[in-house]
């Protein structure tokens, strides 16, 4: 069974940083890409970033581009989202999922979010 953990969320300030992490387990994780996703209220559910198996390539959200990093550790089957430059409209729950996935949200493909992990990114 496909399993995913996020974790790593909290309340930050503008300008802050914070780094999300995504335990997986049920499949061959060094085989598949992996993709954060977040949603908001107002937005609604919008792919962040991906990253193949390998590393060797990634996709950024505009929206986050030059301030988010998706990187991986097979080894331990982790996948990271480092975010810096924080800004409040990154306020959002943030999963993650196996898969590469970009462009405009699909809500008729079967994904493996996790729970989420909350980010508040607030003076």
């Known amino acids: 069974e496909v399993q995913v953990v996020e974790s790593g969320g909290g309340l930050a300030q503008p300008g802050g940083s914070l780094r999300l992490s995504c335990a997986a387990s049920?499949?061959?994780?060094?085989?598949?890409?992996m993709t954060w996703g977040r949603q908001t209220p107002g937005k609604g559910f919008e792919y962040v970033a991906a990253?193949?198996?390998?590393?060797?390539?990634?996709m950024y959200a505009d929206s986050v581009e030059g301030r988010f990093t998706i990187s991986r550790d097979n080894a331990k089957n982790l996948v990271y989202l480092q975010m810096n430059d924080l800004k409040p409209e990154d306020t959002a729950v943030y999963y993650c999922t196996k898969g590469f996935y970009s462009g405009e949200y699909d809500s008729t493909l079967a994904y493996s979010w996790g729970q989420g992990t909350q980010v508040t990114v607030s003076s």
């Open positions: 049920g499949f061959a994780f060094s085989t598949y890409a």
């Open positions: 990253i193949n198996a390998q590393s060797t390539f990634r």
